[in-house]
């Protein structure tokens, strides 16, 4: 996906989680090689639609 895909995707929960009356939520997964400041974009952008829960899913000992 690109960036611009991520970002309106983001958006579009943001506005649905809004119509429920909850809060929303991101869990980003990223390939180990994602670079720190695509990262860091996609929270910047979250951070501007005041959605704050943001979670990292993660692989523990190599497994995926």
Same mark, same amino acid.
């Given at each position: %996906? $690109?960036q611009q895909d991520v970002f @309106?995707?983001?958006?579009?929960? %943001?506005?649905? #989680?809004?119509? #429920?009356?909850?809060?929303?939520?991101?869990?980003?997964?990223?390939?180990?090689?994602? @670079?720190?400041?695509?990262?860091?974009?996609?929270?910047?952008?979250?951070?501007?639609?005041?959605?704050?829960?943001? @979670?990292? #899913?993660? $692989?523990?000992?190599?497994?995926?």
């Open positions: %996906q $690109s @309106q995707r983001i958006e579009g929960l %943001q506005i649905a #989680a809004t119509a #429920a009356g909850v809060d929303p939520e991101v869990r980003l997964r990223a390939d180990r090689d994602a @670079q720190c400041g695509s990262v860091r974009e996609v929270i910047e952008h979250c951070a501007a639609r005041n959605i704050r829960s943001i @979670q990292f #899913a993660v $692989s523990v000992n190599g497994s995926n």
